[in-house]
């Protein structure tokens, strides 16, 4: 129940509107209960007074209160469930700014699917309390105390006996609610199964298709579909009872009152239209106390959700700025150093980086090469501080890059990783994604540079053209090179190029890199690849292996020094100029 | 705006989609027969309890009769739990019948779209597809499981209350019911702008999970370019939106609940003024004073429910046009009726004179022709776009070509049944495809056939075993979600043993080793030149080391095939291949010299 505490905060911001809408709340109760009291008026003038004005009156008056208690049911709604509205506005807003500052060690991780589901089940069922759970509480609360009133005035034994079956009632809601909850995330969950494996198998077509399992494939899915039917008719089989438990104990309310209350006509002792109030007032108290098992539950699943919201809410902020941050920084030429930098992704891993220390200076350009595996992408990541390193430091113009505000250490740096994200938007605004301002000498630059403009003839709407789902889907190479150009358009100090031509084919690449040379005279680049003709140019070149650096030098050094790169170099001859060297 | 155009609603009811949908139920007619004619006596049973109470009224308490009293109200207590027993059954074997029409349907659509070419999933966007199998079916079970039951069960319950009303007092029931075009009319008007409203609502909740979706997808991209201060913006305006579009439907909510209290008092005041005067004349009893009041508060649901359930016809049958659309959709391709069989290759390939295109005749490939022999290993290189990828589409039969012939072992594969042809050949694609489960199901794919030796064989030949055997849990370490914490190079290893596992005849590789390094790839290809001695293999790649000990060697330009031979040969013509050895290796000479 703490847990809703949190929730305090929300509520403040709204107090105006949510004490105007209890106000509200209090004024409607009164016209609604003043109704049946108007009908049992009303009822004893047809066997005592018979008059025509009196029956004439009390209509109208049951209008006139109908009209007053509406009047404030509308209110009531747009004020109570408005700030319910807001108050998940506000809670989605600062959950995703949270979500924004998370480490990529988050994102890799959970699923996408996991943290959608907090941001639509749980902020959804957050909010069920904060409107309508409050909502029926206070509305329920009050009938009940009035109508009770009420009731006992008029005859405390038929009351008891009348009201005998409510209180089961209400328990029995809240069990089967409880129950139907449970059900119902079952039944989400298996939805959200389904829903994968359809996404999973259809994204996977061609896999399916080229090994030849489609039929297991269906047979997987049949098991799904079968096991959300089941928890379907789990769910099925609590509500086919549920509704009519529900009437039958509250109409034996009304029987009860019938049979009870008829007796006590017979023998005089209530009146006629004393038991039509009655039967009024319990048909206004089922609906509250069935709300009243309802509403427990929605405390109780806002409450679990919040719990789960907490944590992620919680969910501790690695990379920011700090104390330490120097907010003077606001700029860097590009001198990188790593001084014994040890990296390890979790505790219980195994150090995927470890005493890696290199300079690169200023406007120079460095390769990086090694094994798969060997830790490459992990060390690129650490410049901008995708992650945090775990021994040593990074220092860029010799401030540790720990100690550099977060966006001014990103802004000048271009990177492209090795899987390529690009949003389903136009191209031109992919391209422009680092910049603010919409700037088609931009793009053209960047295109020219990543030679992204060979391609334009294959775009519809050239770089008005939509990417993703909703438009084309590009080739390997084409996405690659989109990915350069938007890290070449924030003209970065720091150019990172992650295997970032693996799909581009090596006349495009040698084009790319022609232009690049030009580009990045007096920026610092650092570009990991696989292939000799794009590494050897560099300055100086690293070779990892198993997250230590083996060799560095250039490419001739490497050669001289006999060892991995040579023998990568050696390896990438062809063999007929083997012969030759032979 | 393809949420919108899922949103188009047309008529709540078509008659030749209802024939199809009804064939779906045709298994179950018996209970469906049975189930309404329960429901029509069902809804009589609420109807008769005002009744019931208007002769304890009139009959027994104003004639001061206690056993009487008695009697009726057990009778009433009989008819209501006999109405909830049945209900019960009513609610429980209607949505078994629509859960089991439902599974059917969706297991049709989901092999259906299984079996579908990739020409179709060129053009339609996964998103959708996944609607049509989800979504889409769902919104049909409503229709099933409780809407066309439950409309006969309202109607009914409307024309019960509607007799017994006029048999007691038909004067008072038509000024009570006089308040009944404005009840419709109201609803009518609410349904309407909820359903608007709601659109409008479902429209931003899309928006706005589509935007987290991607942007989680892409958050380092957001953070890497320091843009969270302006996604946050767009998050809040998108946010903003949903949140008005809530706040909008709220409205209507607010005016319509209010009005039908309203009405439901107006009629109650009709009753006692109009009603009431019949009673002091003494035209009128007490009781039916009593019952009609009660009657009041119960034609109010049905007509509700009713207006919802137009509702629910409407969406399921835009549901059931989309989901007959896809069905109807017969792009596959096709297998020839009388399947020529294809037990063993030997693994020779021949196109000949192939064209092809992926839309209408923009031609992609131009009348290739080459011919591999069964065990050679052909390498195919050429720019993006040149169409090697196209090439291995076509020899899948992933696509069917437009002029020419493609032969395995002398049979044209149109006259094959395309899976057996599948069986034969591995292909390990360019783009790695990971599965959700453990590292070992997405080598062996979960196949019966594929031994848990034979995957550890794979990954071992490939030079995977020693990266997975590290992790936690070795083989049977869960892959998160795209292999989240794997390195490109190692993802593509794994997707290289599924190749091996599957033990082919016919390898090929498309861009596979793209990411894996030199060493690792020697050591695979001499690996692989053991595991698969004697079969077919090609081999597109942009490594010239990769390719150059092939047997012969494509060179695509443009969709055609400009140049062919072993790699000296293509060296000596000092044509495409030579100029692009020339860039890989130019600078080399220094080092060779030195
Ligand atoms: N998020 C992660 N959590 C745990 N382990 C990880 C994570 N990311 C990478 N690893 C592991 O760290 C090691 C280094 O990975 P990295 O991606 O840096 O390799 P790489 O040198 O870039 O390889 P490649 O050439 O294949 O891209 C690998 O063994 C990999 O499995
Ligand atoms: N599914 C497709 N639909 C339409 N056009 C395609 C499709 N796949 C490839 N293409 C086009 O066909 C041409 C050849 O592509 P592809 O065979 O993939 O080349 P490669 O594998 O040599 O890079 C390119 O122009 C590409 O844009
Ligand atoms: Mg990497
Ligand atoms: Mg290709």
Redesign the pocket.
């Known amino acids: 129940m703490h847990e809703l505490k949190k929730l305090n905060k929300y509520f403040l911001r709204y107090k105006r509107k949510l004490f105007l809408g209890i106000l509200f709340i209090l004024l409607s109760n009164l016209g609604q209960v003043y109704i049946p009291l108007l009908l049992k008026d009303s009822i004893d003038n047809l066997t005592s007074g018979f008059s025509y004005d009196v029956l004439l009156d009390k209509a109208l008056f049951i209008v006139g209160a109908a009209f007053f208690a509406g009047i404030f049911r509308y209110l009531i709604r747009m004020t109570v469930i408005v700030v319910s509205r807001d108050i998940e506005y506000d809670l989605r807003q600062d959950f995703w700014s949270h979500i924004q500052k998370l480490p990529l060690r988050f994102f890799q991780n959970n699923s996408v699917g996991n943290i959608m589901a907090h941001a639509t089940n749980d902020i959804g069922s957050v909010r069920m309390f904060v409107g309508p759970a409050v909502m029926y509480s206070i509305d329920t609360g009050t009938k009940l105390i009035v109508i009770i009133a009420i009731l006992l005035s008029t005859s405390a034994e038929l009351t008891f006996y009348s009201l005998l079956p409510l209180p089961f009632l209400s328990y029995f809601v809240y069990r089967l609610s409880k129950k139907i909850h449970i059900r119902f995330m079952r039944i989400q969950e298996k939805f959200s199964d389904l829903t994968t494996k359809a996404q999973e198998s259809f994204s996977g077509i061609r896999v399916v298709k080229a090994y030849v399992f489609e039929d297991r494939e269906i047979e997987d899915f049949s098991e799904i579909s079968r096991d959300y039917m089941e928890k379907n008719m789990a769910m099925v089989k609590i509500q086919a009872y549920f509704q009519p438990i529900l009437f039958l104990i509250a109409g034996l309310s009304i029987i009860i009152v019938i049979w009870a209350g008829g007796n006590k006509v017979i023998a005089g002792e209530l009146s006629l239209g004393e038991i039509s109030a009655f039967i009024v007032y319990l048909g206004m108290l089922i609906w509250p106390v069935i709300a009243f098992g309802w509403i427990t539950n929605i405390i109780q699943q806002a409450s679990a959700s919040m719990k789960r919201l907490t944590v992620f809410l919680n969910e501790p902020v690695e990379i920011k700025n700090n104390e330490l941050t120097s907010y003077v920084i606001n700029d860097y030429s590009g001198d990188i150093e790593f001084r014994n930098v040890s990296f390890r992704y979790s505790e219980n891993f195994p150090l995927v980086l470890d005493g890696i220390s290199l300079k690169i200076k200023r406007g120079s350009t460095v390769a990086i090469v090694g094994g798969t595996g060997s830790g490459k992408t992990t060390l690129l990541n650490l410049i901008p501080r995708l992650y945090d390193v775990s021994g040593g430091e990074i220092t860029i113009d010799g401030n540790n890059i720990r100690h550099i505000p977060l966006d001014v250490l990103r802004r000048r740096i271009g990177f492209v990783s090795q899987e390529t994200f690009l949003f389903s938007d136009t191209l031109k605004r992919n391209i422009l994604y680092g910049l603010d301002k919409d700037n088609d000498s931009e793009v053209d630059k960047a295109a020219e540079i990543s030679k992204l403009n060979n391609d334009l003839d ?1 775009f519809p709407k050239g770089y008005e053209t939509i990417l993703g789902e909703r438009g084309i ?1 590009l ?1 390997g ?1 084409q996405k690659q090179r989109t990915s350069l150009a938007r890290a070449i358009a924030v003209n970065p100090r720091i150019l990172i190029l992650d295997d970032s031509f693996s799909a581009v084919d090596t006349n495009t690449e040698e084009a790319i890199l022609r232009n690049l040379r030009e580009f990045m005279k007096d920026r610092t680049s650092i570009i990991v690849s696989h292939r000799i003709s794009t590494v050897k140019d560099a300055d100086t070149i690293f070779v990892l292996d198993n997250g230590r650096i083996k060799e560095q030098g250039t490419h001739e050094e490497l050669i001289a020094l006999k060892g991995y790169y040579a023998d990568l170099h050696y390896k990438q001859l062809l063999e007929d100029e083997l012969k030759e060297l032979s | 705006m393809e949420q919108k155009d899922d949103e188009v609603l047309g008529k709540a009811y078509d008659s030749q989609i209802m024939k199809r949908l009804l064939g779906y139920v045709k298994p179950y007619k018996r209970y469906v027969v049975l189930a309404i004619m329960l429901n029509v006596l069902v809804a009589a049973l609420g109807p008769l309890r005002p009744y019931l109470t208007k002769l304890a009224i009139d009959d027994y308490i104003a004639k001061a009769d206690h056993n009487g009293l008695l009697v009726i109200s057990l009778l009433l207590a009989g008819s209501l739990v006999f109405q909830a027993v049945m209900q019960y059954f009513l609610t429980y074997y209607t949505q078994l019948m629509g859960q089991k029409i439902i599974y059917d349907l969706r297991i049709k659509i989901f092999s259906h779209i299984q079996k579908l070419a ?2 179709f999933f ?1 053009k339609t966007p996964i998103g959708r597809l996944v609607t049509r199998t989800t979504n889409d079916v769902e919104s049909l079970n409503e229709l099933f499981s409780s809407g066309i039951i439950t409309v006969f069960s309202d109607i009914f319950i409307i024309v019960w209350i509607f007799i017994f009303m006029f048999t007691m007092a038909w004067d008072l029931s038509l000024v009570t019911l006089s308040v009944l075009p404005v009840l419709f009319y109201a609803t009518f008007l609410f349904r309407r702008k909820v359903r608007e409203s709601y659109r409008d609502v479902r429209y931003h909740l899309a928006r706005l999970n589509s935007y987290m979706q991607e942007h989680i997808g892409g958050m380092s991209i957001v953070q890497l370019f320091s843009k969270e201060k302006r996604e946050m913006g767009n998050f809040s305006s998108i946010n903003n939106a949903h949140k008005n579009a809530n706040i909008n439907s709220i409205f209507y909510y607010a005016v319509f609940f209010p009005v039908v209290e309203l009405l439901s008092s107006i009629a109650i005041a009709l009753i006692i003024w109009y009603g009431g005067g019949e009673v002091i004349q003494g035209t009128l009893t007490l009781g039916v004073l009593f019952a009609f009041i009660q009657y009041t508060e119960m034609f109010f649901r049905p007509v509700r429910d009713l207006s919802e359930k137009y509702n629910v016809m409407q969406t399921a049958m835009a549901s059931a046009e989309r989901i007959f659309k896809l069905l109807d959709n017969e792009s596959f391709i096709k297998n020839p009726l009388n399947p020529k069989p294809l037990p063993v290759v030997n693994g020779e390939i021949e196109f000949r004179d192939v064209w092809f295109a ?2 209408d005749d923009e031609y ?1 490939l131009k009348n290739v022709s080459f011919k591999i022999e069964p065990g050679q290993t052909v390498a195919i290189v ?10 291995i ?1 076509l020899l899948t039969r992933f696509y069917d070509i437009s002029r020419g012939q493609i032969l395995v072992d002398g049979t044209n594969i149109a006259e094959v049944d395309k899976r057996e042809l599948r069986r034969h050949i591995a292909i390990v694609l ?1 783009d790695v495809v990971l599965f959700s489960g453990t590292v070992k199901s997405n080598i062996g794919l979960n196949s019966s056939e594929i031994s848990e030796e034979q995957i550890i064989k794979a990954a071992e030949t490939v030079g995977a075993a020693k990266f997975i055997t590290a992790l936690p849990n070795g083989y049977n370490q869960e892959v998160k979600e795209k292999g989240a914490t794997l390195s490109v190079g190692q993802k593509q290893l794994i997707s290289f043993a599924r190749a091996l596992a599957y033990n082919p005849q016919i390898l090929i590789l ?1 861009e596979a080793t793209s990411s894996i390094d030199t060493d690792t790839e020697i050591l695979i290809q001499k690996a692989i030149e053991k595991l698969l001695e004697g079969r077919t293999s090609i081999v ?1 790649a942009h490594r010239l080391s990769t390719i150059q000990n092939a047997d012969k060697i494509l060179v ?1 330009h443009k ?1 055609e095939i400009r140049e062919s031979g072993t790699h000296t040969e293509l060296l000596a013509q000092k044509g495409i291949y030579y100029r692009l050895y020339q860039l890989q290796y130019k600078d080399q000479e220094i080092t060779r010299s030195a």
């Open positions: 294959n889907t080739s190479g | 990739l020409r060129d992926y839309k992609v050429g720019a993006t776009g040149a169409g090697k990828t196209s090439i589409n360019q498309d597109i695509m969709g």
